[in-house]
């Protein structure tokens, strides 16, 4: 049965994620604490995986709750902030390890998602062990850390979610929360990073395009798509269906 696997937000952009029970769709469409806080240089320029693998090499939880970060570097450097309360403690932290000014935004309307007015990302857990299998020595949890979607389905076929866009594609509904499609997600550099080292995988993308196309889906409106590259469904919540909550465990169903 198509139900909610996993729900997983990422406190702080480009730093891991957590994951969580449940979560509410916020005002603007978007998962509340999913890119709260993001990172910014001095020319207010988001410091993000795009543009740095250094990200990867952070080892960062965050605790709701308590609204605390903690974070570690591979030398065992460790800070701990409550990144309201502590956030000039925190920016001196990240300037240090990054080597340049770090300024620390805080929006809890979207947060820093990359594509603003859209809403939370979903892929089907038969989609990420597919994806692993392509690359030897990739797990499934490798995979989800550098795909990084916020809901992860679970009873349904790979690329079940590639069937959202393109012409008269139907919608979902999650508990009884809507999700439609909006776009398929082209990928950039993050996900051929190791995302422990940052180190890249050699070829990453070649293959993947390889073998995306060779799988591509039957249901899938391939004119939906600009490219191979793309994995994962960008969706939108519709404004009646916001600030209801979506929990693991949801049944999932097709709807017009």
């Known amino acids: 049965m198509a139900h909610v ?3 997983r937000v990422y406190p702080v952009k480009a730093l891991d994620g957590t994951d969580v029970e449940e979560a509410q769709v916020r005002a603007g469409g978007t998962l509340a604490g999913d890119r709260e806080y993001a990172l910014f240089d001095g020319d207010r320029e988001v410091i993000n995986g795009k543009r740095t693998g250094r990200v990867n090499e952070l080892d960062a939880t965050f605790d709701p709750d308590a609204g605390r970060l903690t974070v570690e570097t591979p030398a ?20 240090e390890f990054f080597d340049e000014d770090v300024h620390i935004a805080h929006d809890t309307e979207t947060g820093y998602v990359d594509r ?3 809403g939370p990302s979903v892929i089907s857990t038969a989609t990420l062990e597919t994806v692993a299998s392509w690359f030897d020595g990739l797990t499934v949890e490798g995979a989800r850390r550098r795909l990084r979607a916020n ?19 139907p919608a ?3 508990g009884d929360v809507r999700i439609e499609g909006v776009t398929p997600c082209g990928r950039c550099v993050v996900p051929a990073r190791d995302p422990d080292t940052g180190d890249p ?17 039957a249901w899938a409106d391939p004119r939906a798509f600009d490219h191979y590259y793309t994995l994962m469904l960008i ?8 600030g209801k909550r979506l929990r693991v465990g949801d049944p999932v169903e097709l709807v017009d």
């Open 172 to 174: 979902f509904v999650a």
């Open 116 to 118: 603003q007015g859209m």
């Open 201 to 217: 995988l050699p070829e990453f993308q070649e293959r993947f395009v390889e073998k995306r196309e060779e799988t591509f889906p």
């Open 235 to 242: 969706a939108r919540v519709p404004e009646a269906d916001r």
């Open 76 to 95: 065992g450097e460790r800070g701990e902030f409550d990144l309201d309360a502590e956030r000039q403690r925190a920016e001196t932290w990240f300037g």
């Open 5 to 7: 696997d996993r729900l």
């Open 151 to 169: 809901v992860e389905i679970g009873g349904v076929p790979a690329f079940w979610e590639d069937r959202f866009v393109g012409e008269n594609a």
